[in-house]
């Protein structure tokens, strides 16, 4: 059951570290688009400061999905999909591991280094620690959706640009909710309510997820 | 051991796409049985297997039943260029089964790899890594293989250890599938011939 | 009993006869319909006080926006039956709904930005509800998109049939979050006119353009899952033989 779970999360995360390239570049890519920030809006710390909860927001979205695309990418074209949907696993297990190893390999890195990105926006000090808390539950909600986009679409010669038509509508809500517990911290209002409805999402997105995700699997090798 | 036929296809049509590739296919696979399908390209050697192996569900129309789960090795048989072929088995995704490192370092030696088992597959040939994927043979498996062109990529010496170990599978008690452009030397070997949207059962 | 009628319900030449015998007297009724409130409304309601006469818009920009919602819980609907029983009437009619819900919720989001202009000043606002409605445009062409960018049809509808299952389960998420959005970022100068009582002069004609617009969807959906049938359906004997007697 579990079992497959826990060697197609190995297998991804071992060989996302064969790959470095794979858990910096979102990173590097993040980074760009901090520096890319006050060139276009312009140094002065309050107006960063203010914008920073959606920026970061936004930024950490973009970076799910551009990671996420190549996530079956390999996988497909070698044939271990096939293997996997032939070998008689759980492909509702199988699909899991595919979405918490994106989690692992594109969204921890990115919570951690969030402290710093937000800091270079001139983030407020109260914004930063429910900034890595929404981080932790959105990103998760990111993982699910970007996974069931790349399996839907792993098969399509052109999905890059349907990825982002897909994926972006149904993560509204991530992002709203995303830069809205930063938004209510910084201005020094409670946010454990909108956490924890945030946290149920990713719950909820964790375990229906999957059904979705190996549905895909199965149609993407059909085709 | 259950006599139930491995496989039981009955006026089962192959489609892919819009296109029926065979139709009417009344076929049964046994136990101790080696079948090689044959056929020009495009008559649907591989759309058969896929739908065999349960790949391709909506590329069925009528029956067809497989008895328990097979061993499919397709042509991209999931082999990571990253990971070394000691790796590769380890953590392959196509088998229920845990094997132990034993197992796994006596099918490498087999297949030739026993001097590359930690290195990675990316530095092999390509004949190299297709045999990564064939050291699946030589590992406790189904009784049922499903084989897409297993001998492309492969020379003299490996097309003769394929063919033991496909005779080893059928004596005990399992059976082949397989497509190629070249027989199997076997006792055994019986064929499927496809053409003009008709699978033909030809005694070898 | 019941049984029989679901299988007929799956059976395509049937499907063909019956939505042609339905269209026979629909059709005229939703003309009849359509006509009827328009013309109730745009011509025979007494102006609104504040808004004067801009407001009549609501006949045509209410029933769209109401029913483009629905549209997308009838595609996700017709998805889950062809997933489910794998019958190919359902197929068809959520790969039909899915251009049909779009240009209604494009014709909302017009309609909306018309309405706009003389009533806020501008032609577009981040209001809650236009955000809903985009955000919706943008579901249902990515699933029209997703549709046109597969190969194989029958794998097409399959994949989604997922997408929308997908959509339906965000849908209230997204509407609920996008209202939390509004209500945390709302500007004190624009108000929505929304909770304000509607007087039955007005809601008359407001209901009936509402009933005439489903109607109108329904004729659509119809019309473009019988000329669908047809063509996927065109080797079949029974095409041939419709075909014939036109």
């Known amino acids: 059951m579990s079992n497959v779970l826990a060697k197609v999360l190995s297998r991804q995360v071992l060989l996302a570290f064969r790959r470095p390239a794979a858990v910096l570049n979102p990173l ?68 899991m591991g595919y979405l918490l190893s994106h989690w692992c390999v594109a969204g921890i890195p990115l919570i951690l280094c969030s402290g710093l990105f937000a800091s270079m926006l001139s983030m407020p000090t109260e914004g930063i620690a429910p900034l890595m808390a929404s981080l932790f539950a959105g ?58 409805v945030m946290m149920g999402l990713a719950m909820l997105a964790l375990a229906l997820a999957p059904i979705a995700i190996a549905a895909s699997i199965r149609i993407s090798l059909e085709v | 051991m259950s006599n139930l036929p491995l496989i039981r296809c009955y006026e089962a049509s192959i489609h892919r796409g819009d296109r029926c590739l065979i139709a009417d296919l009344d076929w049964s ?47 991209r048989n999931g082999v990571k260029a990253d990971f070394s072929p000691r790796e590769n088995l380890s953590l392959n995704l196509g088998s229920h089964a845990r094997f132990s490192s034993k197992e796994m370092d006596r099918a490498l ?61 059928i004596q005990r008690g399992g059976a082949v599938i397989f497509t190629s452009h070249q027989p199997l030397a076997s006792g055994t070997l019986q064929r499927l011939h496809l053409s003009a949207g008709r699978g033909v059962v030809q005694r070898v | 009993m019941a049984w029989t009628w679901f299988h007929r319900l799956g059976s395509p030449p049937w499907i063909y006869g019956f939505s042609g015998r339905l269209l026979r007297f629909l059709l005229p009724l939703t003309l009849m319909l359509l006509v009827v409130g328009s013309v109730w ?32 819980y009838v595609m996700a609907i017709a998805g889950a039956v062809s997933l489910i029983w794998r019958m190919k009437v359902a197929d068809i009619a959520m790969r039909v709904a899915a251009p049909i819900g779009a240009g209604l919720t494009f014709l909302a989001l017009v309609t909306g930005s018309i309405w706009g202009k003389p009533t806020w000043g501008t032609w577009w606002v981040w209001d809650a509800r236009i955000t809903s409605m985009v955000v919706l445009l943008f579901l249902y062409l990515g699933v029209y998109a997703l549709y046109e960018a ?24 997204i509407y609920k979050s996008v209202d939390w959005w509004y209500s945390l970022h709302q500007p004190a100068s624009i108000k929505f006119t929304g909770g304000t009582t509607i007087d039955p002069s007005m809601l008359y004609p407001l209901l009936l353009m509402i009933v005439a617009v489903y109607a109108l969807y329904v004729c659509l959906i119809l019309l473009g899952l019988r000329a669908a049938l047809l063509e996927s359906e065109s080797k079949t004997k029974w095409v041939q033989q419709e075909v014939m007697e036109q």
């Open chain 3, 150 to 173: 597969y190969d194989n049809k029958a794998l097409a509808s399959k994949a989604c049939a997922i997408l929308a299952l997908v959509g339906t389960v965000n849908i209230p998420i």
């Open chain 1, 28 to 95: 590097v890519f993040v980074g760009v688009v901090v520096l890319m920030m006050p060139l276009g809006l312009g140094p002065e710390r309050d107006v960063l400061g203010e914008f920073s909860p959606g920026l970061m927001w936004i930024t950490a979205l973009l970076a799910s999905l551009l990671s996420v695309e190549t996530l079956f990418r390999g996988d497909y074209d070698d044939g271990t999909l096939e293997q996997l949907v032939t070998s008689g696993h759980s492909l509702y297990f199988a699909s």
């Open chain 2, 29 to 75: 696979v046994n136990a101790g049985e080696l079948w090689q399908v044959t056929g020009d390209n495009g008559t649907g050697k591989t759309s058969l297997l896929r739908v065999l192996a349960g790949l391709a569900p909506n590329g069925l129309v009528g029956q067809c039943e497989r008895d328990g789960v097979a061993l499919y090795l397709g042509h």
């Open chain 3, 41 to 72: 409304g745009l011509a025979f309601t007494p102006p609104d006080f504040r808004q004067g006469n801009s407001y009549r818009i609501i006949y045509i920009h209410v029933p769209v926006s109401v029913v483009s919602l629905a549209g997308y």
């Open chain 1, 139 to 196: 990103t998760l909600v990111l993982s699910a959706f970007g996974t069931l986009g790349a399996s839907i679409t792993v098969a399509l010669r052109r999905g890059g640009m349907l990825l982002s038509l897909l994926l972006l509508p149904l993560e509204v809500p991530v992002l709203i909710l995303g830069a809205g517990v930063v938004d209510r911290a910084i201005g020094g209002m409670p946010i454990a309510d909108l956490l924890s």
């Open chain 2, 109 to 169: 030696e087999i297949v030739g790899l026993g001097h590359y088992l930690d290195e990675p597959a990316y530095r092999l040939s390509a004949g190299q890594q297709r045999r990564i994927g064939l050291a699946r043979l030589f590992l406790p498996s189904p009784r049922l293989w499903i084989l897409d062109e297993p001998l492309t990529a492969i020379d003299v010496s490996g097309v003769s250890l394929i063919e033991a170990c496909v005779n080893d599978q």
